[in-house]
Nanobody, 124 residues
Framework: QVQLVESGGGLAQAGGSLRLSCATS????????MGWARQDPGKEREFVAA????????YYASSVRGRFTISRDSAKNTVYLQMNSLQPEDTAVYYC?????????????????WGQGTQVTVSS
């Protein structure tokens, strides 16, 4: 069983930055991809970014590409999401995600395990 705990959410102004962290523990698969997704109330969970187990390959949703950066520190079992140039439409609950498969996820449903989520609110 894998545990994912997000932190770093909060309130930011448009154009500002936040960094999310996801600490992993339990039976994590160190050779598996990790990522982030977000969800507004009443909407489907939206894929944001994914990173391979080596950290050498990343993939981003078009809506965040060029503004967000995903990274991982395998020694600390932690995944990060640096969010720059935030916009009000980035407001959502952000979830850390873990994949048990061998491919890099490009859709939210391709992840298998989820954290409890952290709220990000961007004011205009």
């Amino acid at each position: 069983q894998v545990q994912l705990v997000e932190s770093g959410g909060g309130l930011a102004q448009a154009g500002g930055s936040l960094r999310l962290s996801c600490a992993t523990s339990g039976r994590t698969f160190s050779r598996n991809a990790m990522g982030w997704a977000r969800q507004d109330p009443g909407k489907e969970r939206e894929f944001v970014a994914a990173i391979s187990w080596t950290g050498s390959t990343t993939y981003y949703a078009s809506s965040v590409r060029g503004r967000f950066t995903i990274s991982r520190d395998s020694a600390k079992n932690t995944v990060y999401l640096q969010m720059n140039s935030l916009q009000p439409e980035d407001t959502a609950v952000y979830y850390c995600a873990h994949s048990r498969g061998g491919l890099l996820p490009t859709r939210a449903y391709e992840f298998d395990d989820w954290g409890q989520g952290t709220q990000v609110t961007v004011s205009s």
